[in-house]
Each structure stands twice: as C-alpha cells, then as structure tokens.
C-alpha cells in the first residue's frame, strides 16, 4: 500500500502563490504516477496535475501555465505543487493521489491523501 501526507495549503489573496507538498510512504518504489486533484463546495472532484515516472504532464486547462507539478529531488518520494497567480476560482481542497501497482499485474491502484485546504480571496 502507498500512505500520502499533504502539507503546505493555507489562506492567500488573489494573484498569491503556494506551494502543496505530498510525501509518499509505503510501497513508494510501485508508484507509476503521482498528481493532485481537488474538489470545491458542490463541485465534482476534479484532476489538477499529474507527473508519471516517465515524466508526462498533464495539467487542467485551468491551471495551464499557472500551476506546476514536479518531484523533489532531494526529498524523494515527495510531489510538489507550485500555485501561482491563484483566483478564487482554486479554492478547494486539495488530495494528493498516487498510482501504483501490485506484484507482477499492471493494474493500477490509487491512493489518495487527507487533503488539504486552500482558500483564494478576492
């Protein structure tokens, strides 16, 4: 099993920045793709970015050129999420998530972390 950790959402004003931080523990070594996802008040839960281990992105049309996703490299097994220029429109929590697989299948299970709130004032 993958456990991810959320940090880093908060309170910031229109054309602000932050920065999401998802740690991954567990069977790290299994994990295909990571990205985020978020979900507003009365909204679907929607996909933000995602990163595979092959290095394909893929971005809402919403946050394109606005938000970037990227591994650390020096803190292995964490996903970032560079937040700028953010509208209140973003607000939402934030769920980090995580493919993986099993053994010797393909399948591709998923994991998702407790969220993390992020507020967008105008």
């Known amino acids: 099993q993958v456990q991810l950790v959320e940090s880093g959402g908060g309170l910031v004003q229109a054309g602000g920045s932050l920065r999401l931080s998802c740690a991954a523990s567990?069977?790290?070594?299994?994990?295909?793709?990571s990205g985020w996802d978020r979900q507003a008040p009365g909204n679907e839960r929607e996909l933000v970015a995602q990163?595979?281990?092959?290095?394909?992105?893929?971005y809402a049309d919403s946050v394109q050129g606005r938000f970037t996703i990227y591994r650390d490299n020096a803190k292995k097994n964490t996903t970032h999420l560079q937040m700028h220029m953010l509208k209140p429109e973003d607000t939402a929590v934030y769920y980090c998530?995580?493919?993986?697989?099993?053994?010797?299948?393909?399948?591709?299970?998923?994991?998702w972390g407790q969220g993390t709130q992020v507020t967008v004032s105008s």
């Open positions: 990163v595979t281990n092959d290095g394909r992105l893929n």
């Open positions: 998530n995580a493919r993986f697989r099993k053994g010797f299948s393909t399948y591709e299970y998923a994991a």
């Open positions: 567990g069977s790290v070594s299994r994990i295909v793709a």
